[in-house]
């Protein structure tokens, strides 16, 4: 079955510093990708997704993402992040084994911006 | 339109008691998630409804939990009897497909479910 990994569970980063978060997905066929955030005590909102074309997408926030095929990879990135970034950031995938419309989500990286 | 609304926000039960929970998706939208979220499990999508139908409910727990969607802007999801293992914040999610895909689910606030 379809899987996604967020390699890292907490990330702490200085205020206007640089910021990846890295998702790995498991399947090697195509796939559409998505990025998600959840603020505290909040629903998940989509902050960008990926279904074909350019492997660079740019969302919501200042946030950006690219698709590696051939690294089963998604990482998102931010050149500078603000106090307002500190949240819980979720990548998910659509599973072409069952159907498109079933989304997986990985464990979710708990972004802290630090003043 | 409003978002998703999910209700109550907060629910605080004893084992052993039924609880509902409701969701009303957004309008327009056919399709319909239920997912649980928990900081061992992460997020678990439950059940997912197209036009009102069950497509999918290999995410369901046990057979205390169900789910029906009698129209298409009505949603429950119902534990019956709960336990504590349950405690969790409950999400009901709705999209909607255009072209080949559902692109997008837009979330409601959840459902944080305590049972004691």
């Known amino acids: 079955a379809q899987s996604v990994t967020q390699l890292d569970s907490q990330v702490p980063v200085f205020e206007e510093a640089p910021v990846e978060l890295r998702c790995n997905y498991s399947?090697?066929?195509?796939?559409?990708l998505f990025w998600y955030v959840q603020y505290p005590n909040q629903g998940l909102q989509l902050l960008l997704k990926?279904?074909?074309?350019?492997?660079l997408v740019k969302g919501i926030n200042g946030f950006e993402a690219e698709f590696n095929k051939s690294q089963t990879s998604f990482h998102l990135r931010k050149p500078s992040v603000h106090i307002s970034d500190t949240a819980e950031y979720f990548c998910?995938?659509?599973?072409?084994?069952?159907?498109?419309?079933?989304?997986?989500f990985g464990p979710g990286t708990s972004l802290s911006v630090i003043p | 339109d409003a978002g998703v609304i999910q209700s109550p926000r907060h629910e605080v039960t004893e084992m052993g008691q039924e609880v509902t929970l409701r969701c009303k998706p957004i309008?327009?939208?056919?399709?319909l998630f239920w997912y649980r979220q928990t900081m061992m499990r992460g997020l678990e999508l439950l059940i997912y409804?197209?036009?009102?139908?069950?497509?999918?409910d290999s995410g369901m727990p046990e057979d205390r939990f169900s789910a029906k969607m009698p129209n298409a802007s009505f949603s429950t999801l119902k534990i019956q009897p709960s336990e504590p293992r349950d405690s969790a914040v409950y999400f009901c999610?709705?999209?909607?497909?255009?072209?080949?895909?559902?692109?997008?689910?837009?979330f409601g606030q959840g459902t944080r479910l305590t049972v004691v």
């Open positions: 999610a709705s999209s909607f497909r255009t072209g080949g895909a559902v692109y997008e689910a837009f």
């Open positions: 399947s090697s066929v195509s796939v559409y």
């Open positions: 990926y279904l074909s074309g350019s492997t």
């Open positions: 998910a995938v659509s599973d072409p084994k069952t159907s498109y419309d079933k989304v997986i």
């Open positions: 309008s327009g939208h056919d399709y």
């Open positions: 409804f197209n036009n009102n139908v069950p497509i999918d």
